[in-house]
């Protein structure tokens, strides 16, 4: 009778790779896939708010040739954007609630004084006619529509990641595993964001 035997180096290594498929198939590696699609998500965030912040002061000077007794509301804006620029929150801070309501706070801060600056313009109808502006603005709203883009594949991102860390067995391997990884805050509606804005000529 013979029997055939596996050398054995070659049934450590089919044992290696059949261990490899299982803790694979339960879900090891869930915590930092998506912590890094959570971290990937706020990178685009960050990269459409600097896109926004690089148009504003063409923006700003663009319409201060136009409507140069608006400087208040010039002045509003470039202070919101500076103010957003200073705020710093990359993927390693998106854990700390404090960190990310600043920075929410600034851009948040910078949207409205936007807002009020893209009111003001209705007042020049020359303004709104320039070749110039129309284009920034057309980009600025281009902008914004890929912040809120950015913004909610960021919040889905965060969601999976936050619910991996809840619910077991990724609460279990992250326990054991990834001591270190913590649930990330997302975004919270802007207060008053229920109501339609005031429009004053």
Request: with cysteine; aromatic share 6%.
């Given at each position: 009778?013979?029997?055939?035997l596996?050398p054995?180096?070659?049934?450590?290594?089919l044992?290696m790779?059949?261990?490899?498929f299982?803790?694979s198939?339960?879900?090891?590696?869930n915590?930092?896939?998506l912590?890094?699609?959570?971290?990937?998500?706020?990178?685009e965030?960050?990269?459409?708010?600097?896109?926004?912040?690089?148009?504003?002061?063409?923006?700003?000077?663009?319409?201060?040739?136009?409507a140069?007794?608006?400087?208040?509301?010039?002045?509003?804006v470039?202070?919101?954007?500076?103010?957003?620029?200073?705020?710093?929150?990359d993927?390693s801070?998106?854990?700390?609630?404090?960190?990310?309501r600043?920075f929410?706070?600034a851009?948040?801060q910078?949207?409205?004084?936007?807002?009020?600056l893209?009111?003001?313009?209705?007042r020049?109808?020359?303004?709104?006619?320039?070749?110039n502006f129309?284009?920034?603005?057309?980009q600025?709203?281009?902008?914004?529509?890929?912040?809120?883009?950015?913004?909610?594949?960021?919040?889905?991102?965060?969601?999976?990641?936050?619910?991996?860390?809840r619910?077991i067995?990724g609460?279990?391997?992250?326990?054991?595993?990834?001591p270190?990884?913590?649930?990330?805050?997302t975004?919270?509606?802007?207060p008053?964001?229920?109501?339609?804005?005031?429009?004053?000529?």
């Amino acid at each position: 009778m013979t029997t055939l035997l596996l050398p054995a180096r070659l049934r450590v290594a089919l044992a290696m790779i059949a261990m490899a498929f299982g803790l694979s198939a339960c879900g090891i590696n869930n915590v930092p896939t998506l912590e890094e699609q959570a971290k990937s998500a706020w990178s685009e965030v960050q990269n459409q708010y600097q896109r926004r912040a690089d148009l504003i002061p063409n923006l700003v000077e663009t319409v201060k040739g136009f409507a140069n007794q608006e400087r208040e509301v010039l002045t509003q804006v470039t202070e919101a954007r500076a103010k957003a620029s200073q705020v710093k929150v990359d993927a390693s801070t998106v854990t700390d609630p404090e960190k990310f309501r600043q920075f929410q706070d600034a851009q948040n801060q910078l949207s409205g004084a936007l807002g009020r600056l893209l009111v003001t313009v209705e007042r020049y109808p020359e303004l709104k006619s320039n070749a110039n502006f129309l284009a920034l603005q057309s980009q600025l709203e281009g902008t914004e529509n890929r912040i809120a883009v950015a913004r909610r594949d960021y919040i889905e991102a965060v969601r999976a990641y936050n619910t991996e860390l809840r619910t077991i067995p990724g609460r279990w391997i992250a326990a054991v595993l990834y001591p270190q990884a913590k649930p990330m805050e997302t975004f919270t509606a802007t207060p008053n964001s229920e109501r339609p804005p005031t429009v004053k000529f």
